[in-house]
């Protein structure tokens, strides 16, 4: 019985002597003064020892050295360190718990986030369509104007956006078309458009609230030129960045094969001395250019002398007819 106390004894004082190895520090006089603890108390090593200094301890000698040494490597051991591992371990601990907590923080106001979407309400849109209106080449004339009716809609707090068609026809005195145009206005917003439709150019007008917009059409101006002085805030933009084309005519067709228009090839065969042989070299893209669809060809053919001429030259269309030829020297 007594010889497994022993082997109990010593194996848990070598045990122990390991952990104050691991701590460092004044941690290894403690384990040295463990192991020698747990070696006296192993038979196989205390017999070695007797047996080296031919001399056999007494139990007395053995229980003290045993009971010294592990009271003074307890001692020694560095309680610190112990408690600042409990401690270093319990503030992980915390810490990965606020963490975490954070961590379901965010993904529950980012959840939430997501059921919030922005909605603004539908704006309420009034049309006007007051046809042809007069003018004398400065403004709009006559009872019914685009100013009269922006006049009268702008009452109507129904209205959100205001958007007036008209037609202004040409001054008797004037040689040009009639124009037709669009009046918008966005009470939300402040913006003020009035916009040339066949052009899309557009007469752009910023910070202009109800109350001066008011002011300037009750003053019975003719056009936009003097609004500035009831709205002082006033941003204009001439915008002509979107401007559309203005060619007359349908734009020309042209081959994905080889790039050619039909109707500049018929042109320029019926009007070749000798047509079968012409052969087309280059063509650039159809393009608008003012009221006209421009395009360039490049052929080679014989004139009437029978000699090989190369021609290069733009070719204007309207209404799919080649109005006019422009060489290129």
């Given at each position: 019985m007594k010889t497994i106390i022993k082997w109990v004894a010593g194996i848990s004082f070598c045990m122990a002597s390991l952990s104050a190895f691991i701590t460092g520090g004044m941690g290894i006089f403690s384990g040295i003064l463990f192991i020698v603890s747990g070696l006296i108390c192993l038979p196989p090593f205390l017999g070695y020892v007797e047996a080296i200094f031919d001399s056999k301890l007494s139990s007395t000698v053995k229980y003290v050295i045993v009971i010294f040494c592990w009271l003074l490597g307890a001692l020694l051991f560095p309680k610190d360190k112990a408690e600042n591992g409990i401690i270093n371990n319990n503030n992980r601990d915390k810490a990965q718990q606020q963490k975490d907590s954070s961590k379901n923080t965010q993904l529950s106001t980012i959840e939430y986030n997501k059921q919030i979407v922005e909605e603004k309400p539908s704006l309420r849109i009034c049309k006007s369509d007051i046809g042809k209106v007069k003018t004398n080449g400065d403004g709009s004339i006559g009872v019914k104007t685009e100013l009269t009716e922006l006049l009268k809609l702008l009452r109507n707090k129904e209205c959100d956006v205001i958007e007036i068609i008209f037609i202004q026809a040409s001054p008797p005195d004037r040689n040009y078309e009639d124009m037709k145009l669009k009046l918008i206005y966005n009470k939300v917003s402040n913006r003020l458009q009035n916009i040339f439709t066949k052009t899309n150019v557009i007469e752009d007008y910023n910070n202009i609230n109800e109350a001066c917009l008011t002011d300037f059409l009750k003053s019975g101006k003719k056009n936009?030129?003097?609004?500035?002085?009831?709205?002082?805030?006033?941003?204009?933009?001439?915008?002509?960045?979107?401007?559309?084309?203005?060619?007359?005519?349908?734009?020309?067709?042209?081959?994905?094969?080889?790039?050619?228009?039909?109707?500049?090839?018929?042109?320029?065969?019926?009007?070749?001395k000798n047509a079968s042989s012409i052969k087309f070299l280059e063509w650039s893209k159809v393009s608008s250019f003012g009221e006209n669809w421009v395009v360039r060809c490049k052929y080679k053919g014989t004139n009437s002398f029978g000699a090989i001429i190369t021609e290069n030259s733009w070719y204007y269309i309207q209404d799919s007819k080649v109005v006019d030829i422009r060489a290129i020297q």
């Open positions: 936009f030129n003097s609004l500035s002085d009831y709205c002082k805030d006033m941003k204009y933009d001439f915008n002509n960045r979107q401007m559309n084309q203005t060619a007359i005519g349908l734009k020309p067709e042209q081959s994905e094969i080889d790039a050619s228009v039909k109707i500049v090839k018929d042109f320029i065969k019926s009007n070749a």
